[in-house]
């Protein structure tokens, strides 16, 4: 059984940044398919970003370039760097972990992701302002 729990979330203004952060524990992370989701009223929960085992990270779209999912192994703990935050980022953001593969992990045009993952976080709310 794997937990994971969030933190870091709040308010913030348009071009400012936060950085989430998700304790994970029962397993060592580093195992595991990683990654962050969130999801807005009315719309299906949609990654953000993802980690395989070996490290290699995926990333959606609209999030490139600004934002960077990390894995600390000694901490088991996974973060998320969001930087020139806009307000279409505003969202309830969740980690998630789960055995997948390192194929099954990149998310690339993959619909219904999230039901990939067995193991969620409360959530944390990030509201960005402009």
């Known amino acids: 059984q794997v937990q994971v729990v969030e933190s870091g979330g709040g308010p913030v203004q348009a071009g400012g940044s936060l950085r989430l952060s998700c304790a994970a524990f029962?397993?060592?992370?580093?195992?595991?398919?990683v990654g962050w989701f969130r999801q807005t009223p009315g719309k299906e929960r949609e990654a953000v970003a993802t980690?395989?085992?070996?490290?290699?990270?995926h990333y959606d779209d609209s999030v490139k370039g600004r934002f960077t999912i990390s894995r600390d192994d000694a901490k088991n703990s996974l973060s998320l760097q969001m930087n020139s935050l806009n307000t279409e980022d505003t969202a309830m953001y969740y980690c998630?972990?789960?055995?997948?593969?390192?194929?099954?992990?990149?998310?690339?045009?993959?619909?219904?992701?999230?039901?990939?993952?067995?193991?969620w976080g409360q959530g944390t709310r990030v509201t960005v302002s402009s």
């Open positions: 998630a972990a789960d055995w997948l593969t390192p194929l099954s992990c990149d998310f690339s045009g993959s619909a219904s992701f999230s039901t990939k993952f067995s193991y």
């Open positions: 029962g397993y060592n992370i580093n195992n595991l398919c």
């Open positions: 980690m395989d085992g070996r490290g290699s990270t």
